[in-house]
């Protein structure tokens, strides 16, 4: 799914009341307050969704693919997304 895909579901969700463009300021606007949370550390949590949250890697030694030779990874921050348990029993409910 794309992002010109969920702003034609999200308008099709609200009905004939809201233009797709509209929407589409709707959905740049609730990614970008994500983006925003995300990059001052704050966690992200809706309900019946899930949860986004900053979670920290440690540095670790890596290989350099063509020499061998190891390499030192830093550690670094990297953004992480928990499903609910509701959206956990959907997916495993379309599986079947």
């Known amino acids: ?9 999200v308008a099709d969700a609200i009905g004939p009341g809201i233009t797709k463009k509209d929407c589409a300021l709707v959905v740049d606007g609730f990614l970008s307050a994500v983006k925003q949370a ?3 550390r704050q ?11 900053i979670r920290r ?3 670790r030694m890596a290989r350099t693919p063509r020499t061998g030779d190891p390499v030192r990874v830093p550690s670094r921050a990297v953004p992480v997304f ?4 509701e959206l956990r029993a959907q997916v495993a409910t379309a599986e079947e």
Do not use: C, H, Y
């Not at 010109?4 to 579901?9: I, K, N």
């Not at 966690?43 to 019946?48: D, F, L």
């Open 1 to 9: 799914m794309t992002k010109a895909d969920l702003v034609e579901q």
């Open 38 to 40: 995300l990059s001052q």
């Open 43 to 53: 966690n992200i949590e809706i309900r019946g969704f899930g949860t986004f949250k």
């Open 57 to 59: 890697r440690k540095s």
């Open 82 to 85: 928990k499903p609910s348990k």
